[in-house]
């Protein structure tokens, strides 16, 4: 076996142990040692320690010390490392080689690290205790249990710390002590202070620290030392009678051998004669006979003034009723006329001396007569409260409305409260159109410049109840449920009945109910609503009544579902509708989910042919369904059947509707139409006219006519449909001079009949583009003779049949035509003002495009006697009206 060995190397380190970090590197760079329960680097002392040296530990060591602060690192030199051959070392037992010191001290928070590792064979095992104590739960084991490291310590952690080696062949053992210290830390401080002169000082300064701190004191920064008048003791100064030479800045001074704390504070001696604020220098006092007076006295003053009073030019005596209090004041009981007169105050130190003057006059006290004192009205009354004060004449007094102690504030009540004043020594307090709130105890306060008195009026309010309590469902089947609720404010008038009221998805708002008992008194608090419909959601809610009138709802109760029942209420309005051949086609008016009276509704609709016994029944699941389609092809066309329609839910089958007799459908149309026409109406328009014979089955709701154009496919014609016997109908929206085809064909709810034959027709050309051009007209008294160029159509267009002349006053929107087939017309100008007149071409495509307009003036209404004609043209290039030339009359009007 290997010898055991020991390396210690000891370098000069610069800087703070805490900076630095020692690691050993194993043979080259970057090898490092690596630590464990047989290998051990203290970062103390930086020494490598191996309890047991082995075979592969052999080769050459360097030390490396790196600085964490400034990274600057330090290499030793190379140390070898070799294995004896002189002999075998046996075990041994363990041998502490590396432990902490023997007293141990660090600053509260910080963190302590303890050392301790033993050689030994075999390899020893570390453990720690805590003489007397538990190793604090904040603490953690490192390198295989060779340092214990306690983080942020507290003075509970202090105490004696065992580390214990141990191997087979013993053990050993080292015990040190961990002390923490703290700095000193401020737990009272100094205040500037000011001080008569001839007063006393005390100052305390408190600190905490471990160890306990020292104190000291300095004034103006040169050490204090003890005096005659001055002590110094545990950090408490005292200075017995200050004066003038004791002002200066203090300091103490707290420490102990870990450091130091100041606090500091300034001492300000204050000398001065007395004075006195300026509204303390005259004064008056006014009380009532009876009261006690105060009259201030306090001077401002160093060192503090002494103080003495004078009645008239005598000092004043103290007696029982008479005395001076320790704040200078003059205190007078049970004042009366005697007390009367001025009365000085004097204060006075070795500076000098003031005085004050207080006038004090005794009144006959106020009193106070309020009426009526209690009053019970009913809403919406009035009330005047009287307030009358007597009091001595020479004071004026002031009157204060309250309501429940709080002040009535006039222009927020809504004009209810109004304040009079009619007398001097008397107020009324005017209550209108008086409210619930307005109940209370209402307060009369007179203040005069002597004294104060209040009293106070009581008004009761009758009115409507108020709300009852929260109401509560106690009890619910699937028409009733069982309701209780706390009783409503009677307000002073005692409740007659209670009305329930209730409210679901399916009523408008609330809504009386029927109750069991029918009437609820007024001294009940439960009843049974009756009649509802099973599996509807309710609230209630309770209203109260006494002779005044009806209170205010209570707040509505849980909403609850009443329990599922048979349904009652069978559909309505079954009749039939029309369908395709074959087809019986059943409807009806669905019932509301208020009735439905529970989950899974549905309808059964029963039928069957006139004359025949037994009923065929289908089901229909949707609770929402208003109809049913039977459909048999051996049933014949307008066949009668008898039909009900009955209801059912989870609970069960519900009742049927009356029986009512429906046809089936009646098939489509057999017939086509006949003597089918298309005739060109305009441009744009074709009259299609037909016939068709009268069906006994399978009549026509109405006919539909397809149309399209010439080159286009029967497929993509468009349709138009016509409703009930109607024989013709005008297609418009056509394009002008186009060829058409037309079917037309009957329809009804079966189906649609066969189509008619094919008929045509081609529209109209076009009206004439060109506008009607050189307007020329002469004026005439009351008429217009116009002409213009005839309108050529183009090639494509309608020949012109003639022309409209289209005139209006100017401000109306309706035109008047004349129709001519020459390019001139005469127009009548009946009315006087100004008329407008356009002139178009028209053909059997309709009216061509508008010629420029022109505006005439009228002189009509037999005011022009006489007038000379003149000529106007407008060209068809025109675009601004000309101005006409006015006819000048010759003769006066």
Request: with cysteine; charged share 20%; hydrophobic share 35%.
């Amino acid at each position: 076996m290997a010898s055991f060995w020991t390396l210690i190397l000891f370098l000069s380190v610069t800087g703070c142990l805490s900076e630095i970090i020692y690691s050993w590197v194993f043979n080259e760079f970057p090898s490092f040692v690596a630590e464990d329960s047989r290998r051990f680097i203290s970062q103390e002392t930086g020494n490598l320690y191996i309890s047991k040296v082995q075979t592969s530990d052999v080769g050459s060591y360097i030390c490396l010390v790196k600085n964490t602060v400034t990274n600057a690192r330090v290499l030793s030199p190379p140390t070898p490392l070799t294995l004896r051959n002189d002999g075998v070392m046996g075990e041994y037992e363990p041998k502490i080689e590396v432990h902490f010191p023997f007293t141990v001290t660090a600053a509260k928070g910080t963190t302590v690290k303890m050392e301790c590792f033993a050689l030994g064979n075999p390899v020893p095992t570390i453990t720690w205790m805590k003489v007397n104590g538990y190793i604090p739960i904040k603490s953690r084991l490192r390198k295989s249990q060779a340092v214990l490291e306690i983080p942020n310590v507290q003075l509970d952690d202090a105490g004696i710390y065992e580390c214990r080696a141990e191997n087979s062949r013993g053990k050993n053992s080292f015990r040190g002590q961990l002390q923490i210290y703290t700095f000193p830390h401020w737990l009272e401080k100094l205040n500037d202070t000011q001080l008569d002169s001839g007063s006393p000082l005390r100052w305390e300064c408190k600190a905490t620290g471990k160890p306990r701190p020292t104190y000291r004191w300095l004034k103006n920064g040169v050490p204090l030392l003890p005096q005659s008048r001055v002590d110094m003791v545990n950090g408490v100064l005292m200075i017995h009678n200050v004066n003038q030479s004791d002002a200066g800045m203090y300091q103490c001074l707290a420490e102990n051998k870990y450091g130091a704390i100041y606090a500091s504070a300034e001492l300000k001696i204050l000398a001065s004669a007395p004075t006195f604020a300026l509204n303390q220098v005259k004064k008056t006092i006014i009380v009532t006979k009876d009261r006690e007076v105060i009259i201030e006295c306090k001077p401002e003053g160093s060192p503090k003034p002494t103080i003495s009073w004078k009645k008239g030019d005598k000092a004043v005596r103290e007696n029982k009723r008479i005395a001076i209090l320790p704040d200078g004041s003059l205190r007078i009981l049970n004042a009366s006329k005697s007390d009367e007169g001025k009365y000085v105050c004097r204060g006075e130190n070795i500076f000098g001396s003031a005085e004050i003057i207080a006038s004090v006059s005794v009144k006959e006290p106020t009193r106070i007569e309020l009426t009526p004192k209690r009053t019970e009205l009913t809403v919406g009354e009035s009330i005047v409260l009287n307030c009358k004060a007597i009091h001595d004449a020479s004071l004026d007094v002031t009157f204060y409305w309250t309501l429940k102690g709080q002040p009535i504030d006039f222009e927020k009540e809504g004009g209810h409260f109004e304040s009079i004043r009619a007398q001097a020594s008397s107020a009324d307090l005017m209550i209108r159109n008086i409210l619930l709130m307005h109940a209370g105890r209402y307060g009369c306060r007179v203040q005069t410049t002597a004294d104060s008195v209040s009293d106070e009026a009581e008004l009761l309010v009758r009115g409507p109840p108020g709300p009852p309590g929260i109401v509560i469902v106690e009890e619910i089947t699937d028409s009733t449920a069982t309701l209780s609720w706390s009783p409503a404010a009677d307000n002073h008038s005692p409740i007659s009945s209670y009305n329930l009221q209730a409210r679901s998805p399916f009523s408008l708002g609330w809504q009386t109910v029927k109750t069991v008992p029918e009437i609820i008194t007024g001294d009940m608090e439960s009843a049974m609503a009756v009649d509802l419909n099973p599996w509807v959601e309710y609230e209630f809610r309770v209203v109260a009544t006494n002779p005044i009138g009806t209170g205010d709802p209570s707040t509505p109760s849980r909403m609850i579902r009443t329990n599922e029942a048979v349904p009652k209420t069978a559909p309505t309005n079954v009749s039939g509708r029309s369908g395709r051949r074959h087809e019986l086609v059943i409807a009806w008016e669905p019932v509301s989910e208020e009735f439905q009276n529970g989950e899974g509704f549905g309808y059964i609709v029963a039928f069957r042919p006139n004359g025949t016994r037994g009923w065929k029944e289908k089901m229909v699941t949707s609770s929402e369904a208003s109809k049913f389609i039977y459909r048999d092809e051996s049933v014949p066309p307008l066949t009668p059947f008898e039909v009900k329609v009955g209801v059912y839910n989870n609970k069960g089958d519900g009742p049927f509707s009356q029986i009512v007799v429906i046809c089936s459908a009646e098939g489509e149309p057999s017939a086509a139409p006949t003597d089918v026409k298309a005739t060109s109406v305009s441009v744009s328009e074709i009259l299609v006219a037909w016939k068709h014979i009268k069906e006994s089955l399978g009549r026509p709701q109405g006919f539909e006519v397809g149309y399209w154009k010439d080159m286009e496919q029967e497929d993509a014609a468009e349709t138009v449909k016509t409703r009930g016997n109607e024989s013709f109908i005008i297609l418009t929206g056509l394009e002008g001079n186009t060829l058409y085809h037309f079917t037309v064909r009957a329809y009804n709810g079966a189906g649609y009949g066969p189509p008619s034959s094919e008929v045509s027709a081609t529209t109209k050309k076009s009206p004439p583009s060109q506008a009607p051009s050189n307007l020329r007209w002469e004026q005439q008294g009351s008429q217009v003779s116009l002409g213009w160029e005839p309108v050529r159509p183009l090639a494509n267009e309608s020949e012109v049949m003639g022309y409209k002349v289209f005139y209006r006053q100017e401000g109306h929107s309706n035109s008047q035509v004349i129709e001519t087939q020459k390019p001139q017309a005469v127009v009548p100008l009946p009315d006087a003002g100004v008329y407008i007149i356009e002139v178009r071409a028209y053909s059997e495509g309709g009216d061509g495009t508008a010629s420029s307009q022109i505006r005439v003036p009228s002189y009509s209404g037999g005011k022009i006697t006489s007038a000379q004609p003149t000529l106007h043209t407008l060209s068809t290039s025109s675009s601004v009206t000309l101005l006409l030339a006015l006819m000048i009359p010759s003769t006066s009007w």
